[in-house]
C-alpha cells in the first residue's frame, strides 16, 4: 500500500535550521506534484511548498517564502524541505502529500514529524 515516511525534525532554537525528508513507496513518485503541509493543533492543515515533477518548479506560502526549500530526488523517491531562520510559529507536525497547483492529497497520510522552534 501507499507509505509516506516523514523524518528529520526535532527542537531547535529561532534562527536555527532543519532538513526534512519524506520517502515514499507505491506511489508513481515521478508522476507527482509533491507538496509539505504543516498542521498546528486545533488548525486546518496548511500547504507551505510544492514541487513539480521534475523539481523545477516550486512554489512557497507567504510564512516560508525566502527561509524554505523544497527539492526532490526522483531516484530516491524522496522529498526535502531543507527550512532555515525558523521561527516560533514554524512550530508544527510537517507532512508530505502530492498536492498544490490544483491536484488534491492523496488519502493516505504519514505519521508527520514534529518539529518545534523554542528557546
Known amino acids: 500500500q501507499v507509505q509516506l515516511v516523514e523524518s528529520g525534525g526535532g527542537l531547535v532554537q529561532p534562527g536555527g535550521s532543519l532538513r526534512l525528508s519524506c520517502s515514499t513507496s507505491?506511489?508513481?513518485?515521478?508522476?507527482?506534484?509533491m507538496s509539505w503541509y504543516r498542521q498546528v493543533p486545533g488548525k486546518e492543515r496548511e500547504l507551505v511548498a510544492t514541487i513539480g515533477t521534475r523539481g523545477k518548479l516550486t512554489e512557497y506560502s507567504d510564512s516560508v517564502k525566502g527561509r524554505f526549500s523544497i527539492s526532490r530526488d526522483n531516484a530516491k523517491d524522496t522529498v526535502y524541505l531543507q527550512m532555515n531562520n525558523l521561527k516560533p510559529d514554524d512550530t508544527a507536525v510537517y507532512y508530505c502529500?502530492?498536492?498544490?497547483?490544483?491536484?488534491?492529497?492523496?488519502?493516505?497520510w504519514g505519521q508527520g514529524t514534529q518539529v518545534t522552534v523554542s528557546s
Open positions: 502529500n502530492r498536492g498544490g497547483w490544483g491536484f488534491s492529497p492523496l488519502d493516505v
Open positions: 507505491n506511489v508513481f513518485f515521478n508522476n507527482l506534484i
